[in-house]
């Protein structure tokens, strides 16, 4: 069993940032992957980022590329959300979820957080 909880979500005005945390416990930090997802009003839960146990591979989505970064501290078994350049398209419920494989898709993650609120204002 992998246990995550997310804190860091807020309201937040457009072109702002935000940075999120999961924290994990229960299983070796190292032996899993975690990914981010989100959930906006209306729309399925979508990939955003995700990073390996080691940190030696993360996978994008396209959406994420080039104003979100994932980092993880180890010894914390935390990972981090950075989001920078906030658009009120990004407004959703972010999950934080761990499984066994480097996976954008939703699926292959069997542990999930509860989720914060990002609200983005314009």
């Known amino acids: 069993q992998v246990q995550l909880v997310e804190s860091g979500g807020g309201l937040v005005q457009a072109g702002g940032s935000l940075r999120l945390s999961c924290a994990t416990s229960?299983?070796?930090?190292?032996?899993?992957?975690v990914g981010w997802f989100r959930q906006a009003p209306g729309k399925e839960r979508e990939f955003v980022v995700a990073i390996s146990g080691s940190g030696g591979s993360i996978s994008y989505a396209n959406s994420a590329k080039g104003r979100f970064t994932i980092s993880s501290d180890n010894a914390k078994s935390t990972v981090y959300l950075q989001m920078n350049s906030l658009k009120p398209e990004d407004t959703a419920v972010y999950y934080c979820?761990?499984?066994?494989?480097?996976?954008?898709?939703?699926?292959?993650?069997?542990?999930w957080g509860q989720g914060t609120q990002v609200t983005v204002s314009s």
């Open positions: 229960g299983r070796t930090f190292s032996t899993y992957v």
């Open positions: 979820a761990a499984g066994y494989l480097m996976s954008q898709d939703q699926r292959h993650y069997t542990y």
